[in-house]
């Protein structure tokens, strides 16, 4: 390895690390839009694909960054913080129709109300990862929407329980 090339760090492969940064960002941008369309359905609403065009750049590029901060020494809390918030900021962003880090603040506020149920999506969200990574990508198409589906309704719940607390305390 030339010395110009020892000052910046590598993935295994060799690739520098804004690659991998690179080649996340388009599934999770896309990622987004399939999370305005499960919304829809969780919703009860008729699926529109005009939905999936709804993407959020921000918050996919904030949750790339943190999913990537796992490559890093220091990146465990980081990553484990976009696996546990994650699900609930995409669900969150569909559903009250909130963009970028208004979405993630949604997200972080609805695990910490519920962290119990956070986790069970966290492990949904892992045992998922598995599923598609078993069937080299194939159950993405049908898992990721589902999950989102599960989120978004999750999401629903739990924001009309926080809204009737604070209608009931305002009286």
């Known amino acids: 390895m030339p010395a110009s090339d020892k000052s910046s760090p590598r993935l295994w492969s060799g690739a520098p690390r804004w690659v991998a940064a690179a080649a996340v960002l388009p599934p999770l941008l896309a990622l987004t ?43 465990v809390a980081p990553a484990a913080a976009v696996l546990i918030v994650g699900p609930y900021a995409l669900a969150y962003g569909a559903v009250r129709g909130r963009r970028g880090l208004a979405a993630l603040r ?24 598995f599923a598609v990574a078993a069937s080299a990508g194939v159950l993405a ?17 739990l924001l009309a329980e926080i809204d009737a607390r604070q209608s009931a305390r305002a009286w």
């Open 141 to 157: 198409l049908i898992v990721a929407p589902l999950l989102l589906a599960v989120a978004a309704r999750q999401t629903a719940t």
């Open 106 to 129: 949604g997200g972080v506020i609805l695990a910490a109300y519920r962290p119990a149920w956070a986790l069970t999506l966290t492990g949904l969200t892992v045992v998922s990862a």
């Open 33 to 75: 839009g399939v999370a305005a369309f499960a919304a829809q359905v969780a919703r009860g609403d008729g699926p529109s694909l005009g939905a999936l065009r709804r993407v959020d750049p921000v918050l996919a590029l904030v949750l790339s960054v943190g999913g990537l901060a796992l490559l890093a020494p220091w990146g």
